[in-house]
């Protein structure tokens, strides 16, 4: 079985919106949307990935930034992983005024949505955010 592991940081604010990257021809999968964040390198663990990760893509890592939980799905649309167990490693981190001016140098920027529109999945990868109902419960929203 083929697994592919990855680090993301889902940024939000108390009104549980989330701030996602616009992936424009950055897209590996057709995805319109995706979280920051990337694969784990040999080597690395999910810590050292994210922090490697955000570096790369918003210039700086977070003051805050908690480790949250493992998740894994299966893809099974056509492509390149196709069948693959996807393990996501969550990161959690608020939405900060700095996070808010940062320049984003992957994708074409960063959007702020609503978590029920991020749960619909239009635009993400698929299986990418059934995490995100236990965040509400999380936050106690």
């Known amino acids: 079985m083929k697994v592919r592991s990855v680090a993301i940081a889902v940024f939000y604010d108390n009104d549980l919106n989330i701030l996602v990257q616009e992936r424009g021809e950055h897209s ?8 920051f964040g990337g694969r784990i390198e040999e080597g ?18 977070p003051e805050k930034l908690e480790y949250w939980l493992k998740d894994s799905y299966k893809w099974e649309k056509e492509g390149r992983y196709k069948g693959w167990t996807i393990t996501c490693h969550v990161f959690l981190s608020p939405i900060t005024l700095r996070l808010g001016k940062a320049k984003i140098s992957e994708g074409e920027g960063k959007i702020k949505l609503t978590l029920e529109e991020v749960l619909s999945e239009d635009g993400f990868p698929e299986g990418s955010t059934k995490f995100l109902q236990k965040l509400k419960t999380k936050l106690g929203k």
């Open 28 to 35: 590996r999968l057709g995805e319109k949307y995706g979280f």
């Open 44 to 61: 690395e663990t999910p810590e050292s990935a994210i922090k490697r990760e955000l570096l790369e893509e918003i210039g700086y890592i």
